[in-house]
């Protein structure tokens, strides 16, 4: 028979979840542990027993973090996809805002061309006036 602190020592875990595992699975453990003076024994059947509940526990719970991971893998994945994505749109995006800068640029020449050949010909106009009213004086 062994105390749950030399189990403990023995397994290299806390003593708090061998009483856990204990308690978890009383009825399996009934027989192989005995309590005497507020200290519990457990004989060499039991810390088998108790061996191969840790054991399942701690695979089922590696297996719970795996996919964890995995769980977390697959949403930065989709993040990423997300982020690759946003760049792509705001990359076409900027060449449309190029394209439509350089359009832009171009009728704001021709507006300026043709103010300035509006501006001319109006010239031409006051130029006539003046001849024509010189011509009447």
Do not use: C, P
């Not at 023995?10 to 979840?17: H, V």
């Not at 749109?89 to 832009?104: G, N, Q, R, V």
């Not at 300026?112 to 006036?129: F, H, P, R, W």
């Amino acid at each position: 028979m062994y105390k749950l602190s030399e189990i403990a020592e023995k397994f290299n875990l806390e003593r708090t979840i061998l009483i856990e595992a204990l308690i978890d699975n009383k009825l399996l453990l009934e027989g192989h542990t005995v309590k005497k003076l507020g200290i519990t024994y457990v004989d060499d059947r039991g810390i088998e027993i108790l061996y191969k509940l840790l054991l399942n526990n701690q695979n089922s719970l590696s297996e719970k973090i795996s996919d964890g991971k995995k769980n977390v893998l697959n949403e930065y994945k989709h993040l990423n996809e997300m982020e690759i994505k946003i760049k792509n749109d705001i990359y076409s995006m900027k060449e449309k805002i190029f394209a439509l800068d350089t359009e832009i640029q171009k009728k704001n020449e021709f507006l300026l061309d043709y103010q300035e050949k509006l501006l001319n010909i109006n010239k031409m106009i006051v130029k006539y006036e003046e001849n024509l009213l010189i011509d009447k004086i």
